[in-house]
């Protein structure tokens, strides 16, 4: 079994103390999707010592804690750690899950899986390669970076799934029965793409062929949101958009593409 080394609390944080804001089930939508993911379930089953980072957990932990509940159901034993840059939000350790002082250079912990909500948000956009290459290169071999934004309520969410070679797709998921086209979702991009959103760049190319196809779908509305996206994403698919299908039936709206098909222009 993989050693299992405690938070360095000597490692100088990387990365500067963001505004904090937070809420209980904030990222439901994206723990869902990691937990069904085969992906992520598949390397946090095969790890051999399953260690998760919370990077930037903000002013209350409520979001570590229900992460590292879900993915109990994942894998019993898996290990979470909130790391907070701020010392005054470094809270004691409670349910299983350990908290400490840390940034993109994750105290020094190597783990399978990282989630950073709300971080990146907040810095310049010429930030992110650096604090991409600075999370990934603390990774385990074969782990796995989530780079996500979403509202305060958690209704409208976008992320970004990266492994140590980089992107490699975009998820949007969104409440079905409080967002009325796709493109809502813009506001909440990951930093890497929010200011991308502009004719000639590839996600707003998406998000403008994905209204049209919400539109055609319009006369399945009476049979409700998630049938209505069901059939829009088939046209997106039919339009060239190789758009995730995903087997099992979502609670969520959910549209996910190979990053390639979103990455901005040079």
Not at 80 to 100: H, K, N, Q, S, Y
Not at 141 to 154: N, R, S
Request: charge should be positive.
């Amino acid at each position: 079994m993989a050693r299992r080394t405690p938070p360095n609390q000597l490692t100088k944080p990387v990365g500067s103390i963001t505004r904090g804001t937070t809420g209980v089930n904030r990222l439901r939508r994206s723990d869902r999707w990691l937990m069904h993911d085969e992906l992520v379930a598949g390397r946090l089953r095969a790890a051999g010592d399953p260690l998760v980072v919370d990077l930037g957990y903000g002013a209350s932990p409520w979001t570590t804690l229900e992460l590292a509940a879900r993915l109990r159901t994942v894998r019993p034993d898996v290990r979470v750690v909130g790391l907070e840059i701020d010392p005054e939000r470094v809270v004691p350790g409670r349910d299983g899950v350990t908290f400490a002082r840390g940034g993109f250079e994750l105290a020094g912990l190597r783990p399978v899986l990282v989630r950073a909500f709300n971080v990146l948000r907040q810095y310049p956009e010429s930030a992110v390669p650096a604090a991409w290459s600075t999370i990934l290169s603390g990774l385990a071999p074969d782990g796995l970076l989530i780079d996500g934004t979403c509202d305060e309520l958690g209704r409208r969410c976008a992320w970004v799934l990266l492994d140590r070679a980089g992107p490699r797709s975009l998820t949007l998921a969104w409440d079905p029965f409080t967002v009325d086209q796709p493109s809502d979702i813009a506001e909440r991009l990951p930093k890497a793409l929010i200011h991308r959103n502009i004719p000639g760049e590839p996600i707003h190319g998406l998000l403008t062929a994905a209204d049209r196809a919400w539109a055609r779908a319009a006369p399945l509305a009476p049979y409700g949101p998630r049938i209505r996206w069901r059939a829009a994403a088939e046209s997106l698919r039919l339009e060239g958009f190789p758009l995730r299908a995903y087997r099992r039936r979502m609670r969520d709206c959910v549209l996910s593409v190979p990053w390639v098909t979103v990455a901005p222009n040079l």
